[in-house]
Every structure is written in structure tokens, then in C-alpha cells.
């Protein structure tokens, strides 16, 4: 998977401004500070959503693909 610079961090604010992330910054000791992303409580509550989601499409995926076609 190709991420070019300018898409991870505009991503990143869509996500805090949504309230899906937090961020807090810290020192480093070799360069400028860095912020760190974690996730929120709704943030946590969004992702139990995604996985519920995709393991439903993966489970009609499966069903449809392995569903044998009748002989003629």
C-alpha cells in the first residue's frame, strides 16, 4: 500500500476533529516534539462498529463464494 506524505496527517485531523482521536505531545531528545494519537472512547466505540460491520460482510462473502451450484 502506497501513502504518499500529504495523506496520513490530513486523515489524522478528519479523525480528531470527528472526535475518533485524541493526541497529546512529547519531548524528544533526538529532533522536534512529537504527537502521539490514540484513540477516544467513541473512537473505540467506532472501531467495535468497523470490525462488527466487516465480519458480517466477510461472513456473506464466504457464504455466497462457497455456496455450490446445483448440477443440470
Known sequence: MLVVEGT???LLTRL??????????????SGPPRKYYGLTE????FLNELNTTWS???NAVNLVTST?????
Request: charge should be positive.
Open 16 to 29: 480528531k476533529n470527528a472526535g475518533l482521536l485524541s493526541y497529546r505531545w512529547e519531548e524528544s531528545t
Open 56 to 58: 458480517e460482510l466477510q
Open 68 to 72: 455450490k451450484t446445483p448440477k443440470k
Open 8 to 10: 496520513i496527517y490530513p
Open 42 to 45: 467513541t473512537g473505540k466505540l
